[in-house]
């Protein structure tokens, strides 16, 4: 396997998860690499779990030791895995270590993947301030990481900085990402919630109809696009299209990697695409799983749509103070609750975040091939939609 390998090119994963053999114990700074190399490329194949994460531990054993290449994918490893400290302190280490040797672009993906695990632990605070070091150092270097943009605009998207995102997806050439499946679909699901924001539902739908379709034209069973699946839900149930599609793929990648993590992106997925009351229990039990990561932003996510379903059956809100007693409110801006309000958390905000264009229910295809695609096709543009104004809430405030 090349040590050269571009772990965000679909192709070339597809083809080193086909030929990956057990690599030998990490002895050498080579054979660590090819360690981390391995670990990253079982994980992007759907393959054990316990596997991957043993390679990944291999190719950090010696903490003297500073490579990129090793210690970037045995975090990402980590990270999905359920095992967000590990990742931390990985990541801690490689931001530190390449800043110290001058090695500024690895300091800077480094960056992006920090960023990564304090986006999963709900810290969007350090999550953006490490996206936004990344891309104002690849601009002073001239480098080119769409990476670090897409996510910076992400970032954007769930903390209403609408403008910002806008900004920043326009800097981004999505045929030149095209090949790049985990930069391209986070750059799709990015653009596809900002246009639902912008009030542009086809366009939405469209967008998440192109990210389900990437993903699935990999051949691969990533279970690091379970966020991205939950999102596609999430659009597409918010715009009256039918879900199903998609929330067999969440289950089934769940079912691959059965971290706290992704049994509740299940669960949250599967309470977004069920009607009514029958929802109360997963998005209950998915609250109380991201509770557990803890992953903040996504268990106030479940938490505001139980309260809603709740609500919309005609049950009495709770007494003030008792909104979400679990959740920790450093999430509030991008939730749009806090513990001095804990009306907002439940109620629909003004403008009305149920406001959607349901039109024909589409089928979901759980194998659709790129270009013949049984998804949502309202329209044929790929990138953010122009900008306008909007009341509709953002991806953890929506219904």
Not at 28 to 39: E, F, H, I, K, M
Request: with cysteine; charged share 20%; net charge neutral.
């Amino acid at each position: 396997m090349r040590l050269s390998l571009d772990l965000e090119d679909a192709t070339a994963v597809a083809e080193a998860v086909r030929a990956a053999v057990p690599p030998p114990a990490g002895t050498t700074t080579a054979q660590r690499c090819l360690l981390g190399v391995v670990a990253e490329a079982t994980l992007r194949g759907g393959g054990s779990a316990d596997t991957a994460v043993g390679y990944a531990r291999a190719a950090l054993a010696d903490t003297d030791a500073v490579t990129d290449w090793s210690m970037l994918s045995a975090a990402t490893v980590l990270r999905v895995a359920g095992h967000p400290a590990e990742a931390m302190s990985v990541l801690d280490r490689a931001v530190e270590a390449f800043a110290h040797n001058g090695d500024s672009l690895a300091r800077c993906r480094s960056l992006v993947q920090r960023a990564l695990v304090h986006m999963s632990l709900g810290d969007l605070g350090r999550a953006t301030q490490d996206a936004s070091t990344a891309v104002r150092a690849v601009r002073d270097g001239g480098w080119s990481l769409p990476r670090a943009v897409v996510l910076l605009a992400w970032l954007s998207v769930q903390t209403g900085h609408l403008a910002k995102a806008g900004q920043l997806l326009d800097e981004v050439d999505a045929e030149q990402i095209r090949h790049r499946t985990p930069v391209y679909r986070e750059y799709l699901r990015a653009a596809g919630w900002l246009a639902y924001l912008r009030d542009d539902v086809d366009h939405a739908v469209e967008l998440m109809s192109a990210c389900a379709d990437e993903i699935l034209a990999t051949g691969l069973s990533d279970p690091g696009t379970l966020p991205t699946w939950t999102d596609i839900v999430h659009v597409l149930t918010l715009t009256g299209h039918d879900a199903s599609g998609a929330v067999e793929e969440v289950d089934r990648l769940a079912k691959l990697w059965p971290s706290r993590e992704a049994v509740a992106h299940s669960l949250l997925a599967r309470g977004f695409a069920t009607p009514g009351l029958a929802a109360l229990d997963l998005l209950r039990l998915a609250a109380e799983g991201f509770a557990a990561v803890p992953s903040v932003v996504q268990q106030a996510r479940a938490e505001l749509q139980l309260g809603r379903r709740w609500l919309a059956a005609g049950r009495p809100a709770p007494p003030a103070g008792t909104c979400a007693p679990r959740s920790n409110w450093r999430c509030a801006p991008a939730t749009g609750c806090s513990p001095t309000r804990p009306a907002s958390c439940w109620s629909v905000p003004e403008g009305g975040c149920r406001r959607s264009r349901a039109g024909t229910d589409w089928p979901c295809s759980r194998r659709a091939s790129a270009g013949s695609s049984s998804w949502p096709r309202p329209g044929r543009r790929t990138g953010p939609s122009p900008t306008t104004s909007s009341s509709r809430c953002g991806p953890s405030r929506c219904t």
